[in-house]
């Protein structure tokens, strides 16, 4: 093949906006990269197909244009998979180019088409990052190596002195967007916080020396491994030339410049979202609360609708129990909804003995949204837990009821799973004696939402707050709370947290 049959005929190439587009490219990848193809040409076929590649993966793993009608951890992972290995297989044919004879002389590619070359195999390897931690996995082997390969590569052929500024950016946002531990953020989320950090990571510095008393909270590389950053230093050699330190105070300045600019538009972002990513790249992340490892089974609700309709249900057995005569009282408003609502589920449900937790996975207590899972480790304000089922596929931001002796409501906060493992999930722990409510703004009664209320909490120091669904409701500053058959005005006082999928609020009752 030469070039101008190559031009011609990837100018009669026609890509869907599908994953099969993606496939069709890294088959043609794969059997370019196994082909003996003379370097130019091999070269001006991957700087051509680099744009195609890019927006193709940025459309097909955009949210939400994944269909949310596919099976999560099949069709949708299948999309990320493939982009995810075309973008590897682009970075390897650069990477192949880079090792031959004919790439270290000075007379075959000139400086510019070299520059392209690190730069664009550093893009790829970059897009591929964002897409596997999208699916919360770990870089596949050789990607650290591969990125510090090229890195390498640029200093020793001249490059960063021809164009430092192209090569070192690149680098420095895949270490940045790695840095800012992106498990802890919504795939929408890390789309946002990727971008971002493509303006920002420019401010990152990589230093040889650090000051002794930053030297722990500074995390190295080591640019002849296949590692990632990492703050163990008791295995660093400060006379290595291959160590060098990531410096990203910089970059968290800006993005708190960012969190207070009223300019910044964009969607799913918010400030308290940018406020975390910027204490992240701080370096400063330790634990408020010492975590101790227990290993105890719990039933965990995800889902606000699957939770709102558990924390009914479990309302509806209190006030049976609770009544000695074993009846409802039929004059309080709403019971006859709620017996309506839940009569069908609730048949010949028993109530659930706390202290006897093999009740617990009954199949009569369990439906569709109720998992099983193990607590590995909890603090004051959190919990580490284990999450095996593949029925239900936990998100990032989304709410988590988790029930022991009482119901325990908490954010997930982080992700990890990798394919030795099961999913390993980080929750914060928001509230307890939770209840369903609904909630509606002065003015317009009849417009009703569900929520959440969880009482304020003097032991873990939270506050009272409700939690909604981030489904376009804003309350006013004063609103109408519908709990326990009546309504009482509160006012909201302050915006507590926000993710891509909820909110939650502050209250105070007002008399």
């Given at each position: 093949?030469?070039?101008?049959?190559?031009?011609?005929?990837?100018?009669?190439?026609?890509?869907?906006?599908?994953?099969?587009?993606?496939?069709?490219?890294?088959?043609?990848?794969?059997?370019?990269?196994?082909?003996?193809?003379?370097?130019?040409?091999?070269?001006?076929?991957?700087?051509?197909?680099?744009?195609?590649?890019?927006?193709?993966?940025?459309?097909i793993t955009s949210q939400p244009s994944i269909n949310p009608n596919l099976q999560p951890f099949e069709d949708e992972n299948t999309v990320f998979e493939y982009s995810?290995?075309?973008?590897?297989?682009?970075?390897?044919?650069?990477?192949?180019?880079?090792?031959?004879?004919?790439?270290?002389?000075?007379?075959?590619?000139?400086?510019?088409?070299?520059?392209?070359?690190?730069?664009?195999?550093?893009?790829?390897?970059?897009?591929?990052?964002?897409?596997?931690?999208?699916?919360?996995?770990?870089?596949?082997?050789?990607?650290?190596?591969?990125?510090?390969?090229?890195?390498?590569?640029?200093?020793?052929?001249?490059?960063?002195?021809?164009?430092?500024?192209?090569?070192?950016?690149?680098?420095?946002?895949?270490?940045?967007?790695?840095?800012?531990?992106?498990?802890?953020?919504?795939?929408?989320?890390m789309r946002v916080v990727y971008t971002l950090l493509g303006q920002y990571s420019a401010y990152a510095k990589l230093l040889k020396n650090v000051p002794e008393k930053?030297?722990?909270?500074?995390?190295?590389?080591?640019?002849?491994?296949?590692?990632?950053?990492?703050?163990?230093?008791?295995?660093?050699?400060?006379?290595?030339p291959y160590v060098l330190h990531v410096a990203t105070a910089e970059v968290a300045s800006q993005v708190l410049d960012a969190a207070y600019d009223k300019e910044l538009?964009?969607?799913?972002?918010?400030?308290?979202?940018?406020?975390?990513?910027?204490?992240?790249?701080?370096?400063?992340?330790?634990?408020?609360?010492?975590?101790?490892?227990?290993?105890?089974?719990?039933?965990?609700?995800?889902?606000?609708?699957?939770?709102?309709?558990?924390?009914?249900?479990?309302?509806?057995?209190?006030?049976?129990?609770?009544?000695?005569?074993?009846?409802?009282?039929?004059?309080?408003?709403?019971?006859?909804?709620?017996?309506?609502?839940?009569?069908?589920?609730?048949?010949?449900?028993?109530?659930?003995?706390?202290?006897?937790?093999?009740?617990?996975?009954?199949?009569?207590?369990?439906?569709?949204?109720?998992?099983?899972?193990?607590?590995?480790?909890?603090?004051?304000?959190?919990?580490?837990?284990?999450?095996?089922?593949?029925?239900?596929?936990?998100?990032?931001?989304?709410?988590?009821?988790?029930?022991?002796?009482?119901?325990?409501?908490?954010?997930?906060?982080?992700?990890?799973?990798?394919?030795?493992?099961?999913?390993?999930?980080?929750?914060?722990?928001?509230?307890?004696?939770?209840?369903?409510?609904?909630?509606?703004?002065?003015?317009?009664?009849?417009?009703?939402?569900?929520?959440?209320?969880?009482?304020?909490?003097?032991?873990?120091?939270?506050?009272?707050?409700?939690?909604?669904?981030?489904?376009?409701?804003?309350?006013?500053?004063?609103?109408?709370?519908?709990?326990?058959?009546?309504?009482?005005?509160?006012?909201?006082?302050?915006?507590?947290?926000?993710?891509?999928?909820?909110?939650?609020?502050?209250?105070?009752?007002?008399?």
């Open positions: 093949m030469n070039d101008m049959d190559f031009l011609r005929w990837l100018k009669s190439l026609t890509l869907d906006d599908n994953a099969k587009g993606c496939e069709q490219l890294l088959h043609i990848l794969l059997t370019l990269n196994k082909t003996p193809v003379v370097g130019k040409t091999k070269l001006l076929i991957l700087n051509k197909l680099t744009p195609v590649l890019f927006q193709l993966t940025a459309r995810i290995w075309a973008c590897a297989e682009l970075a390897n044919g650069y990477k192949l180019i880079s090792l031959e004879d004919s790439f270290k002389k000075n007379t075959y590619y000139s400086q510019q088409q070299k520059l392209l070359l690190i730069s664009h195999g550093l893009q790829a390897l970059g897009r591929a990052l964002l897409y596997m931690s999208q699916l919360y996995s770990q870089p596949f082997a050789t990607f650290w190596s591969d990125c510090f390969h090229f890195y390498r590569l640029a200093h020793h052929n001249g490059t960063m002195g021809h164009s430092s500024d192209t090569i070192a950016t690149a680098f420095k946002h895949i270490l940045v967007f790695y840095l800012s531990r992106p498990n802890q953020f919504s795939p929408q989320e930053k030297f722990k909270g500074i995390p190295y590389i080591h640019l002849r491994s296949d590692a990632p950053p990492s703050t163990l230093v008791d295995v660093i050699d400060k006379d290595d538009q964009h969607p799913y972002t918010d400030q308290l979202m940018l406020l975390r990513l910027a204490k992240t790249l701080t370096s400063n992340c330790e634990r408020k609360h010492t975590r101790t490892k227990v290993n105890d089974p719990c039933l965990a609700v995800t889902n606000f609708d699957h939770l709102i309709e558990y924390l009914q249900k479990q309302e509806l057995d209190d006030d049976y129990s609770h009544n000695p005569k074993g009846y409802l009282d039929f004059k309080g408003t709403g019971a006859l909804h709620k017996i309506s609502a839940s009569l069908g589920s609730s048949f010949g449900r028993k109530s659930i003995n706390p202290d006897e937790t093999s009740t617990i996975w009954s199949s009569a207590a369990q439906n569709a949204a109720d998992t099983r899972v193990n607590l590995i480790d909890k603090s004051k304000n959190g919990f580490g837990l284990v999450w095996s089922s593949k029925r239900v596929k936990p998100k990032v931001g989304n709410i988590i009821g988790l029930q022991q002796k009482i119901l325990e409501i908490g954010f997930i906060r982080w992700l990890s799973q990798s394919e030795e493992t099961d999913i390993i999930l980080g929750v914060e722990l928001v509230g307890i004696n939770a209840q369903a409510i609904k909630i509606s703004n002065p003015g317009h009664p009849d417009t009703e939402i569900d929520a959440i209320y969880l009482p304020k909490e003097e032991a873990s120091q939270q506050a009272e707050s409700v939690l909604l669904l981030n489904n376009g409701f804003s309350p006013d500053e004063y609103i109408f709370i519908k709990k326990e058959h009546k309504s009482s005005r509160y006012r909201q006082m302050k915006q507590l947290h926000s993710t891509a999928f909820l909110n939650r609020y502050q209250i105070v009752e007002a008399h």
